[in-house]
């Protein structure tokens, strides 16, 4: 089982922000199990906390606006790119200003000091958004669009296109996280001269310069509008007869434009809250419809607080029917668990196939056959049991009793022709003997019953 992540220990950087173009201090400290990423207001009275999470963007132009009761912070998916790319699921980022210093306009000073600090390994397992159907979000009017289709592992593909003879047509693609770091986190930020000036009048870009940002000429424009607007933003002046970048430094991969526009995407999907087992395709993306993404999958979280584990029948199960009779005492007609698909330290995964033939529907009831309540908990009970005893020595010397049962809920009815599927995890290790689990029992997606146990485990007499 894979386990949540944090920093091993603080790192801190200096820098400019992008657009207010002031020095800027972030700190990046460790953070307990089940924190997320959480950006703190150092410099603001009472420090307040924001939530990295979808919900909270509130500006999308040329960076993403996270914002709580009137107080923002920019400029956060450099960071939170390499937060996400690196494994992290926990980590609190303070800052002393409004936004997060722009740095080389990349995400690879971040990446660097992630690995130069370290990362520990925490005891909560990584709670995984696993895209089990196509989401599509479309901008008709922009011909933006991106979609997530179902993968067994997380892969971004970028297609960039602009009406430009320098920068027209670009993609960028990586399908094994492991090497954002070598191939995608050193790309910067782009933007055109000919949008410097709309910026500028936005309250943008103050400290942009070409060692933060590939700035690309490719409109024509005369000399003393060019030479104007480098002297808004404090570059040299520059020729121009020739279309092209004009950095110091040359480009760091021919598609460094496309490779920047795949961290925005990831920076941005960081803000689902979790890590992502999908594929994402992103057609002429930008923050704003990379949120809209973020938040549509927000809202499947939040709709269904629990993910059904992935089951296919065609995989060979962790044990069959005959270990499961070596490990339980029970039998016909109260043997209630067929196969056990996924185990781990401290979680278990079981199925059970409801047939019509079970006995108990001859009276519960024999017009509208429902699965008693009382069974799904019994055999969730069965599933914990299996976990408990496969980790013992001589399991036929052992047994679990029912100690307690609590919040228990039946969200909807379980017929004939329904498959089970049990998820429980330990609550806390086990102690003394006494195992306490959460377990839910899924039907396709929709989660049936959830139950909290308490179980003994006792030897035989």
Known sequence: MERQKTILSEFSLEGKGLHSGLNINVVFKPAPENHGYKIQRVDLEDQPVIDALAENVTQTQRGTVLSKNNVQVSTVEHALAALYASGIDNCLIQVDACEIPILDGS????????????????????????????????????????VILPDDRFGVDVHIEFDSPVLSNQFASLTDINKFSAEIASARTFVFVREIEMLLQNNLIKGGDLDNAIVIYDKKMEQQEMDHIADEIGLPHKNVR??????????????????????????????????????IIATRPGHKINNQLARLIRKDIKL?????????????????????????????PFLLV???????GDYIVGIKNVSVNEPFFQGHFPQEPVMPGVLLVE?????????????????????????????????HKVVPGDTLIFRLQMISPIRRGIAIMKGYAFVGEKVVCEAELMAQISKNK
């Open 379 to 411: 055999a969730m009970a069965q599933t914990c049991g299996l976990l408990v005893l496969n980790t013992v020595d001589e399991p036929e010397r052992y047994s679990t009793y029912f100690m307690k049962i609590d919040g228990v809920k039946f969200r």
């Open 242 to 279: 020739e279309f092209g970048y004009l950095n110091n430094k040359p480009l760091v991969f021919p598609n460094e434009p496309a490779r920047h526009k795949l961290i925005d995407v990831i920076g941005d999907m960081a803000l689902i809250g979790k890590p992502i087992k999908g594929h």
């Open 107 to 146: 995400a690879e000073v971040f990446c660097e000091n992630i690995e130069k600090v370290g990362v520990v390994e925490q005891n909560a397992p990584k709670d995984y958004y696993i895209v089990k159907h196509k989401i599509e979000v479309k901008d008709e009017k922009t011909g933006s669009s991106l």
């Open 304 to 332: 269904n607080d629990i993910q059904a584990p992935v089951y296919d029948v065609s995989s060979v199960p962790i044990m069959d029917i005959n270990r499961i009779r070596e490990l339980l005492p029970h039998r016909y």
């Open 338 to 344: 067929d196969k056990i698909i996924e185990i781990g």
